[in-house]
């Protein structure tokens, strides 16, 4: 089975910085594009960031960028999202997401479980 498991998540305070890992299992990782969606409580998910299978092509959403970094570690089965100078709007609970093939062009098809950032002073 395909398994997604998110940590890093947590309380900090703004301008901080958090670094969220997503382990992935069940799959040939590097085969795989990912993303990073958020969802805060009473809106839509929130497409953040995503990255193709091999890790050198990567897009993030303007309201993340020069602030946030997404990156992956196919040997480790691994996906990452640096964040930095975290802002109170970025409170949200944060999931990694599989794609169907290579490219983040195509389906987003395994969801994982969340892990909740909170920015709060």
């Known amino acids: 089975d395909v398994q997604l498991q998110a940590s890093g998540g947590g309380l900090v305070q703004p301008g901080g910085s958090l670094r969220l890992s997503c382990v992935a299992s069940?799959?040939?990782?590097?085969?795989?594009?990912m993303s990073w969606v958020r969802h805060i409580p009473g809106r839509d998910f929130e497409l953040v960031a995503q990255i193709n299978s091999g890790g050198e092509d990567t897009k993030l959403q303007d309201f993340v960028k020069g602030r946030f970094t997404v990156s992956r570690d196919n040997t480790k089965n691994t996906l990452y999202l640096q964040m930095n100078d975290l802002k109170v709007d970025d409170t949200a609970k944060y999931y990694c997401?599989?794609?169907?093939?290579?490219?983040?062009?195509?389906?987003?098809?395994?969801w994982g479980q969340g892990t909740l950032v909170t920015v709060s002073s």
């Open positions: 069940g799959f040939t990782f590097g085969d795989f594009a």
């Open positions: 997401t599989r794609y169907s093939g290579n490219s983040y062009y195509s389906l987003r098809d395994h």
